[in-house]
């Protein structure tokens, strides 16, 4: 994280201190597509960006796998995972933010479970950051 501004959410993929569907809810989804190189940033960051090179996003992606797995069964899915952050980041709440978006064995399947988990993953980035 060196040499990273401080950003206070683990989803704010290319760290310009901004939570925002169309450039980290992008990013995530097309890595758990299995996109990379300049295909997975492409379009998708933001222009004041700090953060912006493939191997770089994708690696703090999977450094953080855990954090990512939205809806708890274990994996990083573009269709479950990916649609449930780029949902969230969208401002969609509620059973919509799950519908048809759960992987088998999801231990969060609900509005409430996913949102606490991203709120604790948020505290812990944070604390993580702040000590260096």
Not at 11 to 16: I, P, T, Y
Request: proline share 2%; no cysteine.
């Amino acid at each position: 994280m060196v040499g990273l501004p401080l950003s206070a959410s683990v989803f704010d993929v290319d760290k310009n201190n901004t939570e925002d569907a169309l450039t980290d809810g992008i990013l995530v989804l097309r890595h758990g597509f299995g996109i990379d190189g300049t295909n997975l940033t492409d379009g998708t960051l933001a222009l004041d960006a700090p953060l912006t090179d493939s191997e770089s996003i994708a690696s703090y992606i999977n450094d953080r796998s855990m954090l990512f797995d939205l809806d708890g069964n274990g994996s990083n899915d573009a269709l479950t995972d990916g649609l449930l952050l780029l949902r969230y980041l969208f401002g969609i709440s509620g059973a919509s933010l799950v519908q048809d978006a759960l992987g088998p064995g999801a231990t969060r399947n609900n509005y409430a479970d996913i949102k606490a988990h991203i709120d604790r993953s948020n505290q812990r980035e944070f604390k993580s950051i702040k000590r260096g």
